[in-house]
């Protein structure tokens, strides 16, 4: 059971990492950028350009998302166990919610 809520914890870990990165990402822009950015997806999935600012952040999360290039859960789990320390700063904590 201990090894089933490690990895239960690690997942949720892996989850706060990549949500940090996207925030912080999507934070750097200006509104106009994430409207463009918006709209760029809505193009690019044959979608209707964003009508409210919570679809343009919706819209704009996903290219940010792409754009990353995140790790997938495999090889991020694996660099987290070697060295914690490396990823734990990026955490927003989220993951406890989740313990």
Do not use: Q
């Amino acid at each position: 059971m201990a090894d089933r809520d490690g990895e239960s914890v690690l997942r949720a870990k892996y989850r706060d990492y990549c949500s940090a990165r996207v925030a912080d990402a999507l934070l750097s822009l200006s509104p106009e950028e994430v409207f463009a950015l918006a709209e760029a997806e809505a193009r690019a999935s044959n979608r209707i350009a964003p009508n409210s600012h919570n679809e343009a952040i919706r819209l704009a999360t996903g290219r940010i998302r792409d754009r990353l290039e995140l790790p997938d859960y495999g090889a991020w789990a694996e660099e987290y166990v070697k060295d914690p320390s490396r990823f734990d700063p990026y955490l927003m904590g989220l993951w406890k919610s989740e313990e």
